[in-house]
């Protein structure tokens, strides 16, 4: 009988390997992701259904039906917001304007200001006084939240807020943020703010989502100022981090029309994670002299297409003269690899920034497996020296930049939730010009030879590391 049962067992599970199998090829996003989950399912199925069931889902589906509802109080509102920034709506007769449009499903408007805020005190000294500014409501949104020093800074000004008749919404990522402690939660939620996290495996139906991660970081208020970028809540991205030392990274503060959306992005997410549909200002109700052209771009594994890497391999055939790009973790899918070199070929200026030291080793190593031929085709790959580098930029010829979350990575472009500003201005191009080149002047190149010289144990491990880059 218990042999019988045994082999009822190994049966059912080669057979849920082969169903699984067969998803995973009518499913996957990359051929590369499809092929090394067949192979795994099939031949070893005790290990690789269970991470398939968990690691291996391409979409975030539950997202995609709670936004889709056309009849929902969701398209209804939103269909309202858009009718009231008609008169805020940018040119976009450029092709490549309209492409962005259409990956963004946001509009293009005019009547912004975007200001760059470069590295931790800048930054946080600017989000601070936005907090304190708050009339009506704050919109806070971040990947990790710590409860060190910086952490409980953010949580006292948050309670003050309530304190003074704000309503306060916090979202948080419940993975990025699982070492945060439920009294720094439970001190927040007693003060009256709304705490959520993001809760990507939320109910029963969506259990098997834990792969995917929410990893913007904005904040908004009253909807007429905006913040987004690469910083996190803790002390190391104030530099005060012993291994990492001083922190490097790019955030950015938007006035005008296009902190709706933001403000969009933030409802959706918090709509998701709650259910509630919370009542926000959709009035465009501040109009910026210097009236720059700014569209935010969303992306994540809801969308109905590859929205983040799509937008970086558009930048990348729109460049001319330079594309400067900044990542702390650089493992680009294919058409992305592929167009880099394109454009080296046909004479931009590439230039690809990572940092000299990192912090995820296997993504790190992954790179090395197909920098060689990168730089070999003209590509220009720096390493940043001073301390950690982590902000996501990329700079398009003098005329257009991006500040965002994403990573050039499989996971920012498959499987987390991501956004950005495409701001296609010149007087902001050269603020980020400038600031590039200070960052430049404090890398080293990598030249062919280093990489072509390293040791063998040192290219095997690199070409092992980046076989599982479509899970990373």
């Not at 936004?67 to 976009?92: M, Q, T």
């Not at 007769?93 to 009547?111: I, K, Y």
């Not at 948050?158 to 990025?176: A, M, P």
Request: with cysteine; hydrophobic share 45%; glycine share 6%.
């Amino acid at each position: 009988m218990t042999s019988w049962l045994l082999g009822l067992a190994i049966l059912l599970t080669y057979v849920l390997g082969i169903v699984s199998a067969v998803m995973a090829l009518m499913s996957s996003r990359t051929s590369q992701g499809a092929i090394a989950w067949i192979i795994s399912l099939v031949t070893f199925p005790y290990l690789a259904v269970p991470a398939y069931w968990f690691f291996g889902r391409p979409r975030f589906y539950g997202y995609v039906s709670a936004r889709g509802e056309r009849d929902s109080v969701l398209r209804r509102v939103l269909a309202r917001y858009r009718e009231r920034v008609v008169p805020y709506l940018a040119d976009a007769r450029d092709p490549d304007l309209r492409a962005v449009e259409q990956l963004a499903m946001m509009p293009l408007t005019s009547g912004n200001r975007a200001e760059l805020l470069i590295d931790g005190r800048s930054t946080f000294d600017s989000l601070f006084a936005g907090i304190e500014s708050a009339e009506e409501y704050l919109l806070v949104q971040f990947f990790i939240v710590r409860n060190d020093a910086l952490g409980r800074q953010l949580k006292e000004r948050l309670i003050r807020s309530v304190e003074r008749g704000v309503r306060v919404y916090f979202l948080y990522d419940e993975v990025g943020s699982r070492k945060l402690p439920e009294g720094y939660l439970s001190e927040l939620a007693e003060a009256g703010v709304q705490v959520s996290p993001f809760r990507s495996s939320r109910g029963f139906k969506h259990r098997f989502q834990l792969n995917f991660r929410n990893h913007r970081k904005v904040l908004v208020v009253d909807g007429h100022e905006g913040w987004l970028g690469g910083f996190n809540v803790g002390v190391e991205y104030l530099g005060q981090h012993p291994r990492h030392g001083p922190w490097r990274d790019t955030h950015l503060k938007l006035t005008g029309p296009s902190v709706l959306g933001l403000q969009e992005a933030f409802w959706e997410d918090w709509h998701w994670a709650t259910g509630e549909v919370i009542g926000l200002n959709w009035e465009p109700g501040v109009i910026c002299p210097e009236s720059q052209h700014v569209v935010i771009v969303p992306s994540g594994p809801a969308d109905p297409q590859e929205t983040a890497s799509l937008l970086v391999q558009h930048v990348i055939h729109s460049a001319n003269q330079r594309l400067w790009v900044t990542s702390p973790y650089f493992v680009p899918d294919q058409g992305v690899q592929d167009a880099l070199r394109l454009a080296a070929m046909r004479g931009v200026d590439v230039r690809i920034m990572i940092p000299e030291h990192p912090d995820h080793l296997l993504v790190f190593l992954s790179a090395f497996a197909f920098l060689p031929e990168m730089v070999r085709a003209g590509v220009k790959v720096y390493r940043y020296q001073p301390g950690f580098l982590h902000q996501k930029v990329i700079l398009i010829d003098d005329s257009a930049a991006s500040v965002g979350t994403v990573n050039l990575d499989n996971r920012s472009f498959r499987l987390n939730f991501e956004i950005t500003a495409f701001i296609p201005d010149r007087r902001f191009a050269a603020e980020v010009r400038l600031m590039l080149e200070r960052d430049f002047a404090a890398c080293r190149r990598i030249d062919y030879d280093e990489l072509k010289n390293r040791p063998l144990w040192r290219k095997l491990v690199s070409r092992a590391a980046y076989l599982t880059s479509p899970i990373q």
